[in-house]
């Protein structure tokens, strides 16, 4: 039978969301919940698909990473896209969206300039239109 998520397993997700270095012992104190216990649902989670890895967030800023742009490209050629995305260092997403553009790349670069010479390279797959973002908002939003 397979295990329903319940507020215990939200309470944890939302503790992990919120510090993925949080120990058992105190995620088990927040809950009021044996460590075994938390242990065990936490392999359920991981099991199920529902948590699928645990990751540090860097501030890209001071990786000389911090522009941040996103690039709306039409093309007939989607492995090509997809492989050249897949060695590109800037690219960190690539989305495959619908409406008159079919691919949506999120890039991170260090300078405008930089920019330029990515979506040059680009040329050779069809049209694209950047958008070089602004300010950043909300990113990384926790979700529950």
Request: proline share 1%.
């Amino acid at each position: 039978m397979q295990h329903q998520m319940d507020d215990i397993d939200h309470k944890i997700m939302k503790l992990l969301q919120h510090d993925a270095r949080i120990t058992i012992s105190q995620i088990s104190k927040e809950i009021s919940m044996s460590q075994p216990s938390v242990k065990e649902r936490m392999t359920k989670l991981e099991e199920r698909g529902i948590i699928s890895g645990y990751n540090a967030v860097f501030n890209l800023r001071e990786l000389n990473r911090g522009t941040t742009t996103f690039i709306l490209v039409k093309t007939e050629h989607c492995q090509e896209l997809i492989d050249f995305c897949k060695a590109a260092k800037e690219v960190t997403d690539l989305f495959r969206i619908s409406g008159e553009f079919n691919y949506l790349i999120k890039v991170q670069s260090s300078s405008v300039e930089e920019i330029a010479e990515f979506q040059d390279s680009l040329v050779k797959l069809g049209p694209s239109k950047s958008h070089i973002c602004m300010k950043n908002i909300l990113e990384n939003r926790v979700l529950l």
